[in-house]
Nanobody, 120 residues
Framework: VQLQASGGGTVQSGESLRLSCVGS????????IGWFRQAPGTGREGITC????????FSAESVKGRFHISRDNVKNTVYLQMNNLTPEDTAIYYC??????????????WGQGTQVTVSS
């Protein structure tokens, strides 16, 4: 099982980015996938996740209403659409297999991370 995150970059405050997490070595529909982020000097925060069939999601209060997670199991890809970005969203973003319910709990497989930088 491998995950690869991509799509990070540098944007200005208020702009949008879409991250992708591509899975290989497994059937995408078998796993819930989540996104985490880690800003400098802080711990890793689970921000959103999606169930294996895509019918249910969870989002942390810090991103609710601005970030939207979706998946395409045919392409083995999970997307994170990030809108209205602020400098506080600057972090390395990781995708992972998770338990997705009233929170995001990693279950062992991580992507390599993609840097998102938001300038004011």
């Amino acid at each position: 099982v491998q995950l690869q995150a991509s799509g990070g970059g540098t944007v200005q405050s208020g702009e949008s980015l879409r991250l992708s997490c591509v899975g290989s070595g497994f059937t995408s529909g078998d796993y819930a996938i989540g996104w985490f982020r880690q800003a400098p000097g802080t711990g890793r925060e689970g921000i959103t996740c999606i169930s294996p069939n895509g019918r249910s999601t969870f989002s942390a209060e810090s991103v609710k209403g601005r970030f939207h997670i979706s998946r395409d199991n045919v392409k083995n890809t999970v997307y994170l659409q990030m809108n209205n970005l602020t400098p506080e969203d600057t972090a390395i973003y990781y995708c992972a297999t998770v338990q997705c319910g009233f929170g995001v709990k990693a279950t062992g497989t991580w992507g390599q991370g993609t840097q998102v930088t938001v300038s004011s």
